[in-house]
């Protein structure tokens, strides 16, 4: 058995609707417990770390991470400590929390082609709830924004 950590096979701890978020970031972006074990890692953090050596369970990976630039902040609920998550630069994409969730609802719709209920469903949240995010982002059903020139 291996004593390195398998990036591919992390648990499933975030809903479908998260785990697009943390991957719509531009940065990477690793989740740990309290205990310091690696519990996520989007698509951006794995590309970072191939190539890298990581020990068991991802414990003792901040210090390296830090010397990539990583900045760490706690994950808290009032004065329940949830862990740590731990951001890598990148250098480009969306920068705001709106631009991600957009970029992460469009990535998912074009996975889906548009159809909006499977969409809502791989998404965990309702139809209605996607069709107002299209509409706060000025996306068409067919993938056109309001702003788009029509030929």
Same mark, same amino acid.
């Given at each position: 058995?291996?004593?390195? +950590? ?5 648990? #499933? ?7 697009? %978020? ?5 940065? #990477?972006? =690793? ?7 690696? +519990?996520?890692?989007? @698509?951006?953090?794995?590309? @970072? %770390? ?10 003792? =990976?901040?210090? $390296?991470?830090? @010397? +990539?630039?990583?900045?760490? $902040?706690? %994950?808290?609920?009032?004065? =329940?400590?949830? #862990? ?24 998912? +719709? ?10 809502? !469903? ?7 709830? =996607? /069709? ?6 000025? %996306?068409? !059903?067919?993938?056109?924004?309001? /702003?788009?020139?029509?030929?």
């Amino acid at each position: 058995m291996s004593d390195t +950590l398998q990036l591919e096979s992390l648990p #499933g701890v975030f809903s479908p609707l998260a785990k697009a %978020l943390l991957d719509g970031f531009s940065e #990477g972006v =690793l989740v740990f417990d309290t205990e310091g074990r690696l +519990l996520y890692a989007n @698509a951006q953090a794995k590309d @970072a %770390l191939r190539g890298m050596e990581l020990p068991e369970g991802g414990r003792d =990976l901040l210090p $390296r991470l830090a @010397a +990539l630039g990583g900045r760490l $902040r706690p %994950l808290r609920i009032g004065a =329940l400590e949830l #862990g740590e998550a731990m951001f890598i630069p990148a250098v480009e994409g969306p920068t705001t929390l709106a631009d991600r969730e957009k970029q992460a609802i469009v990535k998912t +719709l074009d996975m889906h082609n548009w159809r909006l209920a499977e969409t809502a !469903r791989y998404l965990g949240i309702s139809r209605t709830t =996607l /069709w107002r995010r299209l509409k706060a982002y000025g %996306l068409h !059903r067919d993938g056109r924004s309001k /702003w788009a020139h029509t030929s």
